[in-house]
Nanobody
Framework: QVQLVESGGGLVQPGGSLRLSCAAS????????MGWYRQAPGKQREFVAV???????NYAESVKGRFTISRDNAKTTVNLQMNSLKPEDTAVYYC??????????WGQGTQVTVSS
Protein backbone atom coordinates (compact mmCIF):
# COMPACT_ATOMS: atom_id res chain seq x y z
CA GLN A 1 0.00 0.00 0.00
CA VAL A 2 1.38 3.38 -0.99
CA GLN A 3 1.76 6.12 1.60
CA LEU A 4 3.07 9.65 1.21
CA VAL A 5 4.84 11.06 4.24
CA GLU A 6 5.54 14.78 4.54
CA SER A 7 8.16 16.32 6.80
CA GLY A 8 9.79 19.67 7.44
CA GLY A 9 6.89 21.73 8.71
CA GLY A 10 7.06 23.87 11.82
CA LEU A 11 6.98 27.36 13.26
CA VAL A 12 9.01 30.09 11.58
CA GLN A 13 9.15 33.86 11.82
CA PRO A 14 8.05 36.06 8.91
CA GLY A 15 10.83 36.27 6.36
CA GLY A 16 12.19 32.88 7.33
CA SER A 17 12.52 29.68 5.34
CA LEU A 18 11.37 26.08 5.54
CA ARG A 19 11.93 23.06 3.33
CA LEU A 20 9.15 20.50 3.03
CA SER A 21 9.81 16.98 1.82
CA CYS A 22 7.46 14.22 0.77
CA ALA A 23 8.51 10.63 0.31
CA ALA A 24 6.46 7.78 -1.04
CA SER A 25 6.62 4.35 0.52
CA UNK A 26 5.67 1.59 -1.85
CA UNK A 27 5.88 1.53 -5.61
CA UNK A 28 3.95 4.02 -7.73
CA UNK A 29 3.85 3.28 -11.44
CA UNK A 30 3.87 5.88 -14.20
CA UNK A 31 4.07 9.00 -12.04
CA UNK A 32 3.02 12.14 -13.86
CA UNK A 33 2.69 15.29 -11.76
CA MET A 34 4.05 15.79 -8.25
CA GLY A 35 2.83 18.79 -6.33
CA TRP A 36 1.95 20.61 -3.16
CA TYR A 37 -1.35 22.02 -1.93
CA ARG A 38 -2.26 23.82 1.27
CA GLN A 39 -5.29 24.45 3.41
CA ALA A 40 -5.58 27.33 5.84
CA PRO A 41 -8.12 27.31 8.68
CA GLY A 42 -11.61 27.99 7.38
CA LYS A 43 -10.50 27.89 3.75
CA GLN A 44 -10.57 25.37 0.94
CA ARG A 45 -7.49 23.44 -0.08
CA GLU A 46 -5.59 25.36 -2.73
CA PHE A 47 -2.88 24.65 -5.27
CA VAL A 48 0.66 25.77 -4.40
CA ALA A 49 3.07 24.25 -6.91
CA VAL A 50 3.52 21.35 -9.31
CA UNK A 51 6.37 19.75 -11.23
CA UNK A 52 5.56 17.55 -14.21
CA UNK A 53 7.33 14.38 -15.28
CA UNK A 54 9.17 16.49 -17.84
CA UNK A 55 10.41 18.91 -15.21
CA UNK A 56 8.09 21.80 -15.98
CA UNK A 57 7.08 23.75 -12.91
CA ASN A 58 4.06 25.88 -12.18
CA TYR A 59 3.29 27.98 -9.11
CA ALA A 60 0.37 29.80 -7.56
CA GLU A 61 0.74 33.53 -8.05
CA SER A 62 0.92 34.06 -4.30
CA VAL A 63 4.15 32.02 -3.98
CA LYS A 64 5.95 32.77 -7.24
CA GLY A 65 9.50 33.93 -6.67
CA ARG A 66 9.49 32.66 -3.08
CA PHE A 67 8.84 28.90 -3.34
CA THR A 68 10.73 26.32 -5.40
CA ILE A 69 9.48 22.83 -6.11
CA SER A 70 11.76 19.94 -7.06
CA ARG A 71 11.48 16.19 -7.48
CA ASP A 72 13.71 13.15 -7.33
CA ASN A 73 12.24 10.45 -9.50
CA ALA A 74 14.67 7.78 -8.32
CA LYS A 75 13.61 8.27 -4.71
CA THR A 76 9.99 9.22 -5.47
CA THR A 77 10.28 12.39 -3.45
CA VAL A 78 9.05 15.90 -3.98
CA ASN A 79 10.36 18.92 -2.10
CA LEU A 80 9.19 22.47 -1.56
CA GLN A 81 11.71 25.14 -0.60
CA MET A 82 9.85 28.05 0.94
CA ASN A 83 11.64 31.38 1.39
CA SER A 84 10.49 34.82 2.50
CA LEU A 85 7.59 33.24 4.34
CA LYS A 86 4.59 35.39 5.23
CA PRO A 87 1.89 34.92 7.87
CA GLU A 88 -0.59 34.22 5.07
CA ASP A 89 1.46 31.13 4.17
CA THR A 90 0.29 29.53 7.41
CA ALA A 91 -1.55 26.33 6.52
CA VAL A 92 -1.40 22.57 6.48
CA TYR A 93 0.64 21.57 3.44
CA TYR A 94 -0.17 18.38 1.53
CA CYS A 95 1.87 16.65 -1.11
CA UNK A 96 0.16 15.08 -4.08
CA UNK A 97 1.27 12.52 -6.65
CA UNK A 98 -0.74 11.83 -9.77
CA UNK A 99 -0.17 9.01 -12.23
CA UNK A 100 -0.80 8.79 -15.95
CA UNK A 101 -3.70 6.50 -15.05
CA UNK A 102 -5.29 9.46 -13.24
CA UNK A 103 -4.82 7.90 -9.83
CA UNK A 104 -4.00 10.43 -7.11
CA UNK A 105 -2.19 9.98 -3.82
CA TRP A 106 -2.20 12.43 -0.91
CA GLY A 107 -0.02 12.80 2.15
CA GLN A 108 -1.37 13.33 5.64
CA GLY A 109 -0.28 16.95 5.78
CA THR A 110 2.33 18.94 7.67
CA GLN A 111 1.64 22.16 9.57
CA VAL A 112 3.46 25.34 8.60
CA THR A 113 2.99 28.32 10.91
CA VAL A 114 4.49 31.72 10.13
CA SER A 115 4.32 33.99 13.13
CA SER A 116 6.44 36.31 15.21
Amino acid sequence: QVQLVESGGGLVQPGGSLRLSCAASGRIFKINDMGWYRQAPGKQREFVAVVTSGGTTNYAESVKGRFTISRDNAKTTVNLQMNSLKPEDTAVYYCNIATVYERTYWGQGTQVTVSS
